[in-house]
Nanobody
Framework: QVQLVESGGGLVQPGGSLRLSCVAS????????MGWYRQAPGKQRELVAT???????TYVDAVKGRFTISRDNAKNTMYLQMNSLKREDTAVYYC?????????WGQGTQVTVSS
């Protein structure tokens, strides 16, 4: 069974940057629309960025212009470059297909934006 493992989170000051990675144990990125989700404390999980096999991307308005999703199918890896981070970006970030499949939810990676 394919597993997704997120990494790259951490503590960063407002205005800073982080690059998240999502590594798949198998070749699934070319099979699905993929996305990055996040869940802030006390809030529902939300989809923030998607990428399709052709490379087209979409973003939720809150991150548009600041986040960039990309993927390397050969490396079974997807990325989320996050710039100009804001306190409201604090959340656990997950990768999954769009729509999400329950078997692909991983542990996520914590992003904390604080001074």
């Amino acid at each position: 069974q394919v597993q997704l493992v997120e990494s790259g989170g951490g503590l960063v000051q407002p205005g800073g940057s982080l690059r998240l990675s999502c590594v798949a144990s198998g070749s699934i990125f070319s099979m699905y629309v993929m996305g990055w989700y996040r869940q802030a404390p006390g809030k529902q999980r939300e989809l923030v960025a998607t990428i399709i096999s052709g490379g087209s991307t979409t973003y939720v308005d809150a991150v548009k212009g600041r986040f960039t999703i990309s993927r390397d199918n050969a490396k079974n890896t997807m990325y989320l470059q996050m710039n100009s981070l804001k306190r409201e970006d604090t959340a656990v970030y997950y990768c999954n297909s769009v729509p999400p499949l329950s078997q692909y939810w991983g542990q996520g990676t914590q992003v904390t934006v604080s001074s």
